[in-house]
C-alpha cells in the first residue's frame, strides 16, 4: 500500500490564493486542503494531518502569526510557510526567528515555493 501525500494545509482569506495554491502543491506531489481563516482551520480537525501550513499573514480575524504562537502555546510543532502581500523585512525576519520554513512576498514564483515545501519536509 501506498504512503499518502503528506498534507500540506492553506489558509488564506484570498479566494484567488485558496483556488490556484492547492493545484500548485498537487503538482509538487503533496496533498492540500485549503481554509478561508486560521479559526476554519483550527476547527476542522486537520491539525492533527496537516504536514506543513501554508499560511497568509494577514487575515481577518486571528492572523497568520498569531496562528503560529496558537499553535506554540499547544505545543504543535507543523513547518510554516507564510505568504504576504506586504514587504516588511522586520515583520519577515520575526517570522523566521519564531520558527517559519520561509516568509514569499505575493506573488511569489512556483521555484520559490517549491524550495520552501523542501525545506519544510526537510526539517521533519
Do not use: W, Y
Not at 501506498?2 to 482569506?13: E, F, K, Q, R, T
Not at 478561508?36 to 504536514?51: H, K, T
Not at 520561509?102 to 524550495?115: Q, T, V
Request: net charge negative; charged share 25%.
Amino acid at each position: 500500500m501506498m504512503n499518502p501525500a503528506p498534507l500540506v494545509s492553506i489558509i488564506d482569506d484570498d479566494e484567488s490564493t485558496r483556488e490556484s495554491l492547492p493545484d500548485l502543491v498537487k503538482e509538487f506531489g503533496f496533498a492540500s486542503q485549503a481554509f478561508s481563516s486560521a479559526e476554519e482551520f483550527l476547527a476542522s480537525g486537520a491539525i492533527a494531518r496537516s504536514q506543513c501550513l501554508i499560511l497568509d499573514v494577514a487575515m481577518p480575524g486571528m492572523s497568520g502569526p498569531e496562528l503560529q504562537e496558537e499553535l506554540s502555546r499547544r505545543e504543535i510543532k507543523i513547518p510554516i510557510i507564510f505568504v504576504t502581500g506586504h514587504r516588511d523585512e522586520a515583520l519577515r525576519s520575526r517570522l523566521i526567528k519564531r520558527g517559519a520554513i520561509a516568509c514569499l512576498i505575493k506573488p511569489f514564483s512556483d521555484a520559490a515555493m517549491l524550495e520552501a515545501l523542501n525545506s519544510a519536509f526537510q526539517v521533519k
